[in-house]
């Protein structure tokens, strides 16, 4: 059993990390009441993880908008990913009415945070014109800083639109720098991009090998959680 007594006299952040350890170890009922103190105390890395405990109905009965409610107060708190969170929350209507003007606004301040998921939805939003005016311009911009900093997904769809001449003047060469960033960045889907460039030779010499390099490097990439 977890001695709480100590809890009394700890920051909200030490909670945090109190409530981090539990979850951990499985325990599951410590963490949840850990993090609800350190939230309690404004620690916004609680407030999210207490966020995601109700929206998949982690050891509490699943409820979403009391999720979107938790990655709100964390948003406010100065999470860059609840902000980015809440975006794709408002956007879908999950917790919330949909407002893909609302979700604008929660992209650029993920963004402005410095989350490279926030940057990754926000440049769609501004390609995809999506609760603001179209800007392909901008939405290039934010995407190639998400990739460059080491977002794979940005990666990916940067690659794609290189690759396909969407929104920029197709550049096969390019497009394969972007897909190739994905080794690096540990995100198998824009390695297995490159490895069809290389296979269907576009903007190189078809090179079956390779191709089959490239599919085993993207095989031993460990799947996210």
Request: proline letters at 3%; glycine letters at 10%.
């Amino acid at each position: 059993m977890t001695d709480t007594a100590a809890w009394a006299t700890m920051s909200a952040s030490e909670l945090s990390d109190v409530g981090d350890r539990a979850f951990e170890a499985g325990d599951k009922a410590t963490a949840r009441a850990a993090w609800e103190r350190a939230a309690a105390g404004g620690d916004f890395f609680a407030m999210y993880n207490l966020g995601c405990m109700y929206y998949f109905g982690d050891e509490v009965e699943q409820d979403v908008p009391g999720a979107y409610g938790w990655f709100v107060r964390a948003a406010l708190a100065g999470d860059a990913e609840a902000a980015n969170r809440v975006g794709v929350m408002t956007e879908l209507g999950q917790g919330t009415p949909s407002d893909a003007e609302q979700a604008f606004s929660w992209y650029e301040r993920s963004a402005e945070m410095g989350s490279l998921s926030g940057m990754a939805n926000l440049a769609l939003a501004y390609a995809e014109g999506k609760g603001v005016a179209p800007d392909v311009e901008k939405g290039l911009a934010w995407m190639e800083k998400a990739s460059a900093a080491g977002n794979g997904i940005a990666s990916e769809t940067l690659g794609r639109w290189y690759r396909d001449g969407r929104y920029v003047v197709r550049d096969y060469a390019y497009a394969m720098t972007c897909f190739e960033r994905g080794i690096a960045q540990l995100y198998a889907p824009p390695v297995l991009e490159l490895a069809d460039m290389y296979e269907q030779g576009l903007g190189v010499p078809a090179d079956a090998a390779k191709a089959a390099e490239l599919r085993k490097v993207a095989a031993e990439i460990p799947e996210e959680d």
